[in-house]
Every structure is written in structure tokens, then in C-alpha cells.
């Protein structure tokens, strides 16, 4: 039986690798021997995330500063890393928004569709070529528990994570019988950067934050083993009543528990 390195290595690449279940997503894969290849903005923090793992786990780094909501920094990933095998492909980084949809910022909206969806379709597409070519490989997509059921108030936000789940979900379909394994992680509130400080006070809702490393070790441990991987038995409970419930039941209910949460000034 091949070893997760032989698997997956020799290289990684994990996008919002500086910062919540990506920067976790990295450790989990260093401690199994995987060289990391580390994308996201700051270029300051890219260089002293990579300097750690490098001397923490005696791996190799590369670093790649790219926006991917521009169609330049999705090009940069793939221009910088075309030298490297990647086996393994975490995409982590996403952006949210939340607030009465009409109220909220296009652009910033348009944002999220470009980080969530078109950088996750471009760079699954790209790199799963190269997979495929070489008979295995892994892709872990990060969708959310707003892509299996209405957010109200993250409508667009839900939509993007409830693409990357049929999206992932078709992917394993496809990509099984060609030796490339893929899994759809589907986290709940977890205590990140994102979640901090966006004007909703979680503590008013039912859910309670996990941390990034537990997150991170349940998509890890899933990659080869399950299609979809929800950390935390409340998640998991969550998302099989949201399966078996009206649409519209959800819709309703969960828009008042939310309009709790989310500032007034929002609403």
C-alpha cells in the first residue's frame, strides 16, 4: 500500500495558506513529509509561514503572492509552480460576505464568486490535468455547511459553497477511475480570521467555533477515504437534517436565527 506521500507528493499547493484552515491544512501536510507550496497575498507573511514549516518539518517551501480574485494572480500560480509536481491540491482561500443582500456591495459580492468559484474552477481544472496525466493525485476543495443548506443574509456566499460541493461531489465521480481523489471539505463556524470580526456575534446562534487544526485533520484524514468531510458531530447532525427538511422550512428558520446574530445596522 502507497504511503500518503507516495500518493500525493511530492508537492502540495494550498491557497489562503497564511491564516485559518489553510495555514493548518499546511502543517498537517508537512508533518507527513509533503513539500508545501504556499499561495495567498502577503508576501511578508508567505516568507515567514514558509521559514517555519521549513525548519519545523524539514520539508521544502515555495511561496507564490497572488490575488486570486484577478485572473493575473491565478496565472501566477500556475506560471510559478509549472516546474514543481504537485500531487496534492488544498484550495482553502475564500472570502465572505454577509448582510441584506440588497444593502450589500456588488463588487465585493462579485469578489466572492471570483475567489470561491472561478479561482477554485480554474486552478482544480489546471492542475487536475497534470494529476490525471500521472495516474494520482488529491484535490481538497473547502465548501462550507452554508453550501448544504439557505443562509439567509450569506446568500451569495452559500451559493458559491453549495457550487464547490457539486462541483467537488461530480470531480470525484470523474476523477476516481483516473487515480485522482477528491474531497469536499464542509466545515461549520470555525474560529478563523473570516469569522472574527465580521459583524456577526456567533455566540447568539447555536453554533460554536472549532479550531482550524481539527478542521484541518478531518479533510486530511478524509482525502482518499470520503467524498464529503464534515468536521464535529453537531455539523454533521446539521448537515443531515438540512438533507431531509423543506427548503423552504430552512429558508425561514434560519433567517431568524441569523438576524439575531448579524449587527442591525446590516439588516
Do not use: C
Request: glycine letters at 8%; a positive charge; hydrophobic letters at 45%.
Amino acid at each position: 500500500m502507497k504511503t500518503f506521500k507516495e500518493k500525493y507528493g511530492p508537492w502540495a499547493l494550498v491557497t489562503g495558506a497564511t491564516s485559518g484552515i489553510g495555514e493548518a491544512i499546511t502543517h498537517e501536510l508537512a508533518a507527513k513529509g509533503i513539500n508545501v507550496i504556499l499561495v495567498a497575498r502577503k508576501l511578508d507573511e508567505l516568507e515567514l509561514k514558509a521559514a517555519a514549516l521549513k525548519t519545523k518539518y524539514q520539508i521544502e517551501t515555495q511561496i507564490v503572492s497572488a490575488d486570486l480574485s484577478t485572473e493575473g494572480g491565478i496565472d501566477n500560480v500556475k506560471t510559478s509552480t509549472k516546474e514543481l509536481t504537485v500531487g496534492l491540491l488544498a484550495l482553502a482561500a475564500g472570502l465572505e460576505v454577509n448582510g441584506a443582500f440588497e444593502k450589500n456591495d456588488l463588487e465585493k459580492e462579485k469578489k466572492v464568486i471570483s475567489i470561491n468559484i472561478n479561482a477554485t474552477l480554474q486552478l482544480a481544472h489546471y492542475f487536475s490535468k497534470k494529476m490525471v496525466q500521472a495516474g494520482k493525485g488529491g484535490i481538497i476543495l473547502v465548501a462550507s455547511l452554508s453550501g448544504h443548506m439557505p443562509n439567509p443574509y450569506f446568500a451569495n456566499y452559500a451559493g458559491t459553497k453549495a457550487y464547490v460541493l457539486n462541483f467537488g461531489a461530480s470531480l470525484y465521480g470523474e476523477l476516481k477511475p483516473k487515480g485522482v481523489d477528491v474531497t469536499v471539505l464542509s466545515p461549520g463556524l470555525t474560529n478563523t480570521p473570516m469569522t472574527k470580526d465580521n459583524g456577526v456575534d456567533w455566540s447568539k446562534t447555536p453554533m460554536q467555533a472549532m479550531p482550524p487544526q481539527m478542521v484541518a485533520q478531518t479533510a486530511v484524514n478524509a482525502l482518499g477515504k470520503k467524498l464529503v468531510a464534515i468536521p464535529g458531530l453537531k455539523n454533521k447532525i446539521m448537515a443531515a437534517m438540512a438533507k431531509h427538511s423543506p427548503l423552504m422550512m430552512q429558508a425561514i428558520m434560519n433567517e431568524k436565527m441569523m438576524k439575531k446574530a448579524i449587527s442591525a445596522n446590516k439588516l
